[in-house]
């Protein structure tokens, strides 16, 4: 057989549906299927084996925020594995993490100074919880191990992530899970309770008041720290109300809390920022990162800790008991030093805070589907709720969903040139978060592909 043989379309066909598992992946979809293969890349836009092009409305997974093919980057990864492919940050330190580090505490806000590096975003979560359960330990609150989480919020799916995430079907396999994850309301203004309905400032204060409650019935002693993301991703981009940030800074402090802002999409422009905590005025204690800190061309994650919590760890011999092999590798490091040089070359924040009223305005055009309750979300990161009944918010049931969303809506926009999420954890959902480089052409693209692919969808409802 050929190179060319081997490496086809039909070859890579067969050898992706004979050898590969993909992630949060019905298997059995691509029986009769092809299986969608990416071969390449360029600016907002990628290319599959059979050399069509889609426009990358969701970033590759809200990660690739300078975009794709950008040689510099890539180039800045081959010349550190030349000089130093790998060396663990057990006991050592190397130039480019320590580099990194320098420069993320300069970008983050308040005294967020020390960066513990990982390699994705669950064990960025995952770090945090270990960290906030230590750190009581060594200054004398052992009890302090619960975590407090928003409804169908995602936050990662290792084990200790997986018990914060408040996501119960994709909890339930696994369970049971470690124990202290508790649930608290989300920031979805949409489907508000009525008493604060009719005002988001009430409605902000009422959720974030539910945090006081819910530790107040766990009882403070028992409660290490609050998880929650600037923009709630699970769910279709729920921004925060008015004060809410503010209300949960000072609940977290009156009861000596730890605040996390999981930012692992948030993070490194997506709201116009280098951290949505900045965008919305709060300071936490822990920051969660991950995927754009790369921009996806290396993988690596990590947090950033203010100065407090690495005090009882800086003295005598007691230790951070937890470390990642690839935590912080020469490679990764390097791009994303790389990486924020495009970001400051090219004004990316800038951009994204130009062009969001823009974005949001043309996605808005959508609203006059009767299939379209609302468009919400904030800097380039969008998320668009879908509705049988607009006057009455009346929702699709199960089996509707599962034919709109995963029956026609992903294939057709897929097919149609668009790559984005149609969700249904939560209401059903389509999001978007392309690379912060997008600009009209991209916005009015995407709003063309979505309303033909939706019109088709309430046809068929």
Known sequence: MSESDQTGPDSLQRAAKRNLWLHFTRMSAYRDADVPVIVRGSGEYVYDQRGKRYLDGLA?????????????????GARQAAELAYFPLWSYAHPRAIELAERLADLAPGDLNRVFFTTSGS???ESAWKLAKQYFAATGQPGRYKVLSRAIAYHGTSMGALAITGLPDIKAPFEPLPPGGVRVPNTNFYRAPGFVADDWTAFGRWAADEIER???????????AVFLEPVQNSGGCFPPPPGYFARVREICDRYGVLLVSDEVICAFGRLGHYFGSQRYGYQP???TFAKGVTSGYAPLGGMLVSDRLIEPFTEGPRTFLHGVTFAGHPVSAAVALAN??????????????ANEGAFRA??????????????????YF?????????????????DESERLLRGFLSPALFDAGLICRADDRGDPVIQLAPPLTCTQAHFDEMEQILRAVLSQAWSRI
Do not use: C, M, W
Not at 215 to 224: D, F, M, Y
């Open 60 to 76: 590759g997974l809200f990660v690739s925020q300078i975009g794709h093919g950008r040689a510099e980057v890539a180039q800045a």
């Open 123 to 125: 064990e960025a979560v």
């Open 214 to 224: 819910a530790i107040l019935r766990e009882g403070p002693e028992s409660v290490a």
């Open 285 to 287: 204690d822990i920051i």
């Open 340 to 353: 924020l040089d495009v970001f400051e070359k090219e004004d990316l924040l800038g951009n994204v805070r």
């Open 362 to 379: 043309t996605l808005e055009r959508l609203t006059d589907l009767p299939i379209v309750g609302e468009v919400r979300g904030d800097g």
């Open 382 to 398: 969008y998320g668009i709720e879908l509705v049988k009944d607009k006057a009455t918010r009346l929702t699709f049931d199960d």
